[in-house]
């Protein structure tokens, strides 16, 4: 089901900016029982991003109204939300929009992600190398196209998520999660800086582990090597929303005492 500027329909203008030149951002919500999880994060997550992208106010309030109603009778769903700068401008100006425009679909749950959590999964190093770019770096905007690419090769693999890096080689995400590890008494996950996306789910763990007096949480630059002497690997997105990551290529991963801590606050 999808909705344009809160009205049923599946049809978008070809001359709106998300069309024309990906002008916009997203965000991807799990729903449980009739409710957005997470439903206050989804909408900063949304200010936030259009701020940094200097796009025009949107109605927070009924964007919050429509993103409950969408979610009202589901008992798991997925529900995204996309906002574009709207229709209009010359070129790549946006001097004359006529305001943003909100889409909005809801479809399945993706069930896969109750197997893996108990079996756990396992990564393939990405071939492709995610651009560095500290314009645009943790936000989620519409320009997917290093992400299609990630998945495609890994769609080659028997791996279920990818692990990539920057084109400096230093480790950032998955290719639709989040990276954590642990050595120890210490868990790391890379820094976002220059690319990648801040993840919800990546900021309510660690938040949750900033807390801790016994695990100290620490954003790193580290090359993919990092991960050979880990303990324990996990993945998470707003959906997922924590998987245990069993092996990556040779490397393979048995603890998930992290993983049992974390999953209580993730869920």
């Known amino acids: 089901m999808y909705w344009i500027n809160g009205i049923e329909q599946r049809t978008v203008s070809v001359g709106d900016r998300a ?3 990906g002008d916009g951002c997203f965000t991807t919500a799990w729903v449980k029982e009739g409710q957005v999880q997470h439903l206050d994060d989804h909408i900063a997550r949304l200010q936030n991003a259009t701020s940094s992208l200097l796009m025009p106010a949107c109605d927070w309030p009924g964007l919050r109204s429509e993103m409950q109603s969408a979610a009202a009778g589901h008992d798991e769903a997925v529900l995204k939300v996309i906002l574009s700068r709207g229709e209009g401008g010359r070129g790549y100006s946006a001097q004359g929009t006529l ?28 071939p492709v190398a995610l651009a560095r770019s500290s314009l645009l770096a943790g936000i989620k905007h519409l320009n997917r196209l290093e992400q299609v ?25 998955c290719c639709a999660a989040n990276l954590f590890w642990r050595k120890g008494h210490q868990v790391f996950t890379p820094d ?7 993840g919800i789910m990546r900021q309510r763990i660690i938040s949750v582990l900033q807390q801790r007096w016994d695990l100290s949480i620490e954003e790193v630059s580290e090359a993919p090597q990092a991960l050979s002497d880990a303990e324990e690997v996990i993945i998470c997105n707003a959906l997922m929303p924590i998987l245990p990551v069993k092996k990556i290529e040779n490397w393979h991963y048995n603890d ?3 993983f049992d801590f974390l999953t209580p606050y993730c869920l």
Request: hydrophobic share 40%; no cysteine.
């Open 149 to 173: 690419m990630i998945r495609m090769h890994l769609d080659k693999t028997t791996a279920q998520e990818a692990l990539v890096v920057d084109t400096s080689g230093m480790l950032v995400e």
């Open 99 to 126: 305001g943003p425009t909100r889409i909005m679909s809801i479809s399945g749950y993706p069930q896969y992600y109750h197997q893996w959590r108990i079996e756990g999964i396992e990564l393939a190093l990405s």
């Open 256 to 258: 998930s005492q992290l």
């Open 192 to 198: 976002l800086t220059h690319s990648g996306v801040a």
């Open 19 to 21: 069309v024309q030149f």
